[in-house]
């Protein structure tokens, strides 16, 4: 599966984003996926995931109850909405496509697929 993420920019803090991540190639709908950040000079890290069926969801503490994951199988997207955004979240964005019909994978080796990020800036 190829993904492709976008809808990263500037924005001020408290301000809102969605990215989203289209994906294309096998099925999609049979999927996990997660969105993972990595500001500059640090580790990749998990922020949000949910499951193929969209009945599952998971966040890191960080952005919990500010972010917000779903999908569309119909679509083949999954979005990330980012409200109330703060300075510390600035990063580049990742997609990523987990094959294993599993629980929501939290590290990035756990992820099969990955798309080519976009990065968000938060302004104080």
């Known amino acids: 599966v190829q993904l492709q993420a976008s809808g990263g920019g500037l924005v001020q803090a408290g301000g809102s984003l969605r990215l989203s991540c289209a994906a294309s190639g096998r099925t999609f709908s049979g999927y996990n996926m997660g969105w993972f950040r990595q500001a500059a000079g640090k580790e990749r890290v998990f922020v949000a995931g949910?499951?193929?069926?969209?009945?599952?969801?998971y966040y890191a503490d960080s952005v919990k109850g500010r972010f917000t994951i779903s999908r569309d199988n119909a679509k083949k997207t999954v979005y990330l909405q980012m409200n109330n955004l703060k300075p510390e979240d600035t990063a580049v964005y990742y997609c990523a496509a987990d094959s294993t019909w599993s629980t929501i994978a939290t590290m990035p080796d756990q992820y099969d697929y990955w798309g080519q990020g976009t990065l968000v800036t938060v302004s104080s």
């Open positions: 949910i499951r193929w069926s969209g009945g599952s969801t």
